[in-house]
């Protein structure tokens, strides 16, 4: 069975975000995936319905704690998972 998912990644390195995805695809599933690194971008990005938001806690202009408060000052509920 093949699930769909998009994801909104948020992560500053196209590597980890590459390697992140692929370990995800193994299983098979249909990804729909939009890699931002910066608070604006992640603004813009949230106007979109995501099923999953994956957040490195560590970025160079924003972190995993301002990530939450954007979501929560929007009301967006979706599943978060800070790395």
Not at 70 to 77: G, Q
Request: with cysteine; proline share 2%.
């Amino acid at each position: 069975m093949c699930l769909s998912f998009r994801i909104l990644l948020v992560d500053d390195s196209e590597d980890n975000a590459k390697s992140l995805i692929s370990d995800i695809i193994e299983d098979g599933s249909e990804l729909t995936v939009k890699r931002i690194d910066n608070a604006k971008d992640m603004r813009t990005a949230l106007t979109q319905d995501w099923d999953v938001v994956i957040a490195n806690y560590h970025l160079p202009s924003f972190n995993g704690i301002d990530v939450i408060n954007l979501m929560e000052k929007i009301n967006y509920d979706v599943p978060l998972i800070l790395l």
